[in-house]
């Protein structure tokens, strides 16, 4: 654990305000650094959580604790690593204490459950079905959010998980990275698909790993930039002039607000926002924020679109956020819950994290 990620834990534990808002981010070691005391404070810690987004908010975490399983896991629609991570980052959005805090207890089961479930060998955190890399690289971004957050020696307090299966956040997190590494290497376009042996690539898949990948390096894990250029380097390829993004490199650019999102939010956590590709597609985004989000695909847009607008053009995101908080108040269940197409766990958990900048708690979405 790094020097700056254990301030960084100490200091949420005491539940200080530390950094600002899934818009996503200058990286840790840039926290420090004159920049971001140079930056608007409004823009960095907001001015205040409208009272409508911690409605939602706790309305949805009272509904992922009372349906949370024995084993940590949720039920329902695609269950596996990635919505359990997409649970955990949830509760620990709103700055709820990881260790202590009223939800400390799902917390350290949802982590135990991926961590227990991970490939001792492989580091693989996937499941079997086409989604499995969307899996390994939600449950990266959380392990990389909880690592510095949460206390090692509370994490396995009165687990039943036998001990061989038993391992730290930093030991299974770098396994994690380790397996999706291994797996860039073997892809020759450097990015990554449904599987860890793909030969093929996508955005949606690689965007999901890449900012696992990101917000490991972000905790402190040694990640090397060959990597990080190489896939971002594959982003570049799909991107147009105009800001499109190809589901493929050989595929058509067509229409992809998400897509186009993810690119967005890569280039900017990559460093890259001098580039004509970032331009156009932050451009491109920000000419359909007023268009309406199809119900399918709709929480993944919502998420996206949350973290790229907030890094590209804070006005902008201000003015969807205000629309997305409407559309969400309407949506939500007497329950506290979200349907989707993949479950209520995960669009309860994605919806909390579309409105995680109002926040700006989590350390992988700070701007």
């Known amino acids: 654990m790094t020097k700056h990620r254990k301030i960084i834990g100490v200091l949420m534990n005491q539940n200080t305000l530390i950094i600002g808002f899934s818009g996503f981010l200058i990286l840790l070691g840039t926290f420090f650094s004159e920049s971001i005391h140079a930056q608007d404070p409004t823009l960095r810690y907001g001015t205040g959580v409208p ?68 490939n001792a060998r492989t580091g693989y955190m996937g499941t079997s079905g086409h989604a499995s890399m969307y899996h390994h690289g939600f449950a990266m971004l959380a392990l990389s959010e909880a690592y510095g957050a949460v206390s090692e020696n509370l994490l396995w307090k009165g ?18 990275v380790r397996c999706a590494l291994t797996a860039q290497e073997k892809n020759p ?12 690539a996508d955005t949606t898949v690689a965007g999901t790993v890449l900012m696992g990948i990101l917000g490991a390096r972000n905790a402190g894990i040694e990640v090397p930039n060959e990597a990080i250029d190489k896939a971002l380097n594959f982003f570049q390829t799909c991107t147009t002039r105009g800001g499109g993004v190809s589901y493929t490199p050989s595929g058509s650019h067509g229409d992809g ?79 506290g ?6 479950g209520k766990a995960y669009g309860t958990g994605m919806a909390v994290l579309t409105l995680a900048l109002n926040y700006r708690l989590l350390p992988i979405y700070e701007r």
Not at 165 to 173: D, E, K, Q
Not at 189 to 200: E, H, K, L, T, V
Request: aromatic share 12%.
């Open 51 to 118: 009272p409508a987004v911690r409605s939602i908010n706790d309305r949805s975490l009272r509904y992922l604790a009372n349906t949370q399983l024995k084993d940590g896991s949720w039920q329902g629609g695609r269950n596996g690593p990635g919505i359990t991570g997409i649970c955990v980052m949830a509760f620990m959005a709103s700055g709820e204490d990881p260790d202590y805090g009223p939800y400390a207890t799902h917390i350290r089961k949802a982590l135990q459950n991926i961590i227990a479930n991970q």
């Open 159 to 176: 687990s039943e998980v036998p001990e061989n299966r038993r391992r730290t956040l930093s030991s299974a997190l770098e396994l994690a």
């Open 189 to 200: 376009w450097g990015a990554w698909r449904y599987s860890p042996q793909a030969r093929d």
């Open 257 to 335: 607000l998400t897509r186009s999102a993810i690119a967005t939010l890569v280039y900017a956590i990559g460093k890259r926002k001098d580039t004509p590709e970032y331009k156009s597609t932050a451009e491109f985004i920000k000419r359909r924020a007023s268009h309406n989000v199809g119900n399918h695909y709709m929480f993944y847009t919502l998420y996206y679109m949350a973290q790229a607008l907030f890094q590209s053009d804070f006005e902008a995101w201000q003015a969807w956020n205000q629309r997305t908080i409407e559309r969400l108040q309407r949506m939500q269940q007497e329950d």
């Open 337 to 342: 819950s979200f349907n989707s197409s993949h």
